[in-house]
C-alpha cells in the first residue's frame, strides 16, 4: 500500500495578516475545498493571534469564505520552507519571503503577478503535470515562470486597506479576489 503524499502548501503574505493574505488564504480555501491543496497565510510584521479585520469579513463571507477561527501568525522560514507556492500581495513582501528563504525565490509570485502569468501557462502542460490540483500546483511555478517573457509588465501589489475607508476594502478585495479565482480554475481544469 502506498501513502499518499502530503497535500500541496499554498502559503500568502502580506504585513499584518489580518486583511489581504486572510482574504487570500480563505477564498482559495472555498474555492479548492476538498482537494489535496492546503491554503496558510502569514504577515511580514503580523498582528499574531488578531481575526480578519472587521470590513473584510463581509466580503469574505460573501464570496463563500469562512472566517471562523483564523488566528494572524508572523511569517517564518519553516513555513515558507514548507510552501510549494507563496504568494507574496506587493513586491515588498515577495522580497522579504525571498530575503528570509532565499530558496524560495523559485516560488515566489505576488498573487497579480501569478494571475498575469496564468493565461499564458499552457493549460495541457498543466494539466499533464498531474492529477490532482496539488500536483499541478507543485508544477506551476516552474510553468509561470516561464511564461514571463510572454506576459509582460502590470501592477503587482494589492493596495493595502488597514486603516483605511470600506471603499479602500472593497477595491483591494476586488483586485485580489478575481485572481484567487483565476488560480483555483487554473489547478482544478
Known amino acids: ?16 495578516n489580518i486583511c489581504r493574505s486572510p482574504a487570500v488564504e480563505r477564498l482559495l480555501a472555498a474555492r479548492l475545498a476538498g482537494t489535496d491543496v492546503v491554503v496558510a497565510s ?14 473584510m469579513v ?5 464570496a463563500g469564505a469562512d472566517v471562523d477561527g483564523f488566528a494572524a501568525r508572523q511569517l517564518d522560514a519553516g513555513l515558507v520552507a514548507r510552501a510549494d507556492l507563496v504568494l507574496a500581495l506587493t513586491r515588498g513582501h515577495r522580497s522579504a519571503v525571498v530575503r528570509l528563504a532565499p530558496a524560495a525565490v523559485r516560488r515566489t ?11 499564458h501557462v499552457d493549460p495541457a502542460a498543466l494539466r499533464d ?30 493596495e493595502d ?4 475607508g470600506d471603499a479602500v476594502y472593497r477595491a483591494s478585495f476586488a483586485s485580489l479576489a478575481p485572481a484567487v479565482d ?5 489547478l482544478l481544469r
Request: charge should be neutral; aromatic fraction near 2%.
Open 182 to 186: 483565476a488560480l483555483a480554475t487554473a
Open 1 to 16: 500500500m502506498t501513502t499518499p503524499p502530503d497535500p500541496a502548501l499554498v502559503v500568502a503574505v502580506c504585513t499584518g
Open 129 to 158: 503535470a498531474g492529477a490532482t490540483p496539488g500536483e499541478r500546483l507543485r508544477a506551476l511555478p516552474a510553468l509561470a515562470a516561464a511564461a514571463r517573457p510572454a506576459a509582460g509588465t502590470g501592477v503587482d501589489d494589492v
Open 58 to 62: 463581509p466580503l469574505l463571507t460573501g
Open 42 to 55: 502569514a504577515g511580514t510584521h503580523a498582528v499574531v493571534g488578531h481575526p480578519v479585520s472587521a470590513p
Open 109 to 119: 509570485f505576488t498573487l497579480l503577478e501569478l494571475a498575469r502569468l496564468l493565461p
Open 161 to 164: 486597506p488597514i486603516g483605511r
